[in-house]
T-cell receptor, first 111, second 113 residues
């Protein structure tokens, strides 16, 4: 099936540890995005990428890093510098000016 | 970047039309208006988008004012399964060839019997 896959669905992290969230798409989309959602809040853009080996900071990039070595993959690393990482993380992809497709999200909890 | 303003919440009776407004008064000429919805704890689902003409698909209709400063999403016959948060988004272009999606506050639509 074509689509966008995020893994894992649930993730627990100890304070001070880095953790990487996976996002893979087989839709041949050029653009990929990472969003963060806190309870009862809207989506906030962390990073986005239009092409391989290129990405731009969104509105809340501090404490996060990304890579785009392959068109299909856009992993997000939540570093220890992110002071409040517990949230719902959503990945999306799109062609240059068409609708975006979202994954089902990863819920990260710091324990 | 163009920003959007939506009411925080709305109610609609099942079977009636749900009309969800969105203001985007700073929209630029080449920016599209997109609508998504999010059911609790799921990824957002695309509904419809448009530039300046009204659009219709199997899910909804999008009415954009002539000056493009506001739009309305219409669900013609709302059902309980349409209960969700609805986001109005203006597609903006960033540096270089990159573009990004900037979400508004969203409207929580509650469909009731």
């Amino acid at each position: 099936d074509g689509g966008i896959t995020q893994s894992p669905k649930y993730l627990f992290r100890k304070e001070g540890q880095n953790v990487t969230l996976s996002c893979e798409q087989n839709l041949n989309h050029d653009a990929m995005y990472w969003y963060r959602q806190d309870p009862g809040q809207g989506l906030r853009l962390i990073y986005y990428s239009q092409i391989v080996n290129d990405f731009q900071k969104g509105d809340i990039a501090e404490g996060y890093s990304v890579s785009r070595e392959k068109k299909e993959s856009f992993p997000l690393t939540v570093t220890s510098a992110q002071k409040n990482p517990t949230a719902f993380y959503l990945c999306a992809s799109s062609r240059s000016n068409t609708e975006a497709f979202f994954g089902q999200g990863t819920r990260l909890t710091v324990v | 970047d163009a920003k959007t303003t939506q009411p925080t919440s709305m109610d609609c009776a099942e079977g009636r039309a749900a009309n969800l407004p969105c203001n985007h008064s700073t929209i630029s000429g080449n920016e599209y208006v997109y609508w998504y919805r999010q059911i609790h704890s799921q990824g957002p689902q695309y509904i419809i988008h448009g530039l300046k003409n009204n659009e219709t698909n199997e899910m909804a209709s999008l009415i954009i004012t002539e000056d493009r400063k506001s739009s309305t999403l219409i669900l013609p016959h709302a059902t309980l399964r349409d209960t969700a948060v609805y986001y109005c988004i203006v597609r903006v272009y960033g540096t270089g060839t990159a573009s990004k999606l900037t979400f508004g506050t969203g409207t929580r639509l509650q469909v009731t019997l």
